[in-house]
């Protein structure tokens, strides 16, 4: 069996600096046409400038035979101007603008702490922009059960948020929940959409306790209950425009994972393609794939679709046990087993 698509786009994506970006670019830029680059280094990218700098070892790091691109983003603090939204606008180069609530993940200390209190000209200049908010959607109060910090996050923050700023644009990254399912169907096309991950439609909380302690599994927002992978399946595969591909790949150094306190972060990018056509093909819904890969992305953030293909082919393969480089290892999604779909460039 084979399918031939416009090529997709990831619109969540860690390339991390240094080394590691330049083990990990490859295998986005083998597959994908263009991503939207996360900006939660070490220390973040809040500033236009800095996002140019690191746009430019970005593009250095990508094989010269391939055609991708990536798209920046700001890490929103606590101090980010508007005058700061009018430079990124202007640039060219920023495509969105990310909201880490303080402690919330990887990366996030230098997060928000108070959205509405401090930040609120920020997003009113983003409206004016037309500068979408990209939102990881967990509240970080430590006496809210964990399983339930994506759900809280909606009531007490998004809810209010699109209710006092209708006109803004947000992803709502890496959903997790029927909750955030019912959230976005319920908002206003074109405003609010959501990214979905390999992860979290091929994987639940099982997963992370499967035969002992599964640190691979491990990614914020935690998995969750079948009933929530399933409500993300039906969502994707019903043709909404509303969803679309984001692998929130997110490599770190294994001693970093195998770790008494291990961090967050699934590493999908070799994978992702071929996880998202078995869930499309196991949903019936193969039809629904290209949409959900190459349209939904591009479209909702105003930007032209691909032109160029990529083939989706029924060719097992193995994913290598361990990818490694002279600086460490780091470990694939789904590492040593066989899938079914191998995608190819043409
Ligand atoms: N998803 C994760 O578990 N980790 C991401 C951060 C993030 O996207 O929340 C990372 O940067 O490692
Ligand atoms: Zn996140
Ligand atoms: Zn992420």
Redesign the pocket.
Known sequence: MELTIVQPDDF?L?L?DGALLEAVTPHSAKHFGRAII?P?LKPPITTTSSAISYRESILKAIPKTSNFTPLMTLYLTDATTPNEIQLAKKSGFVYGVKL?PAG?????QDGVTDLFGNCYSVLEEMVEQGLPLLV?GEVTNPEVDIFDREKVFIETILEPLIQRLPQLKVVM??ITTMDAVKFVESCKEGYVAATV?PQHILLNRNALFQGGLQPHN????VLKREIHRQAIVSAITSGSRRFFLGT?S???DRRKKESACG????YNSPVALSLYAKVFEEAGALDKLEAFTSFNGPDFYGIPRNKSKIKLRKSPWRVPECLSFPFGDIIPMFAGETLEWEALLI
């Open positions: 969540h860690h991390r996360m939660n880490y919330a993940t990887t990366n996030s990881h990254e890496h991950t491990y990614c914020l927002p929130d997110a490599p770190h961090c967050a972060g699934i």
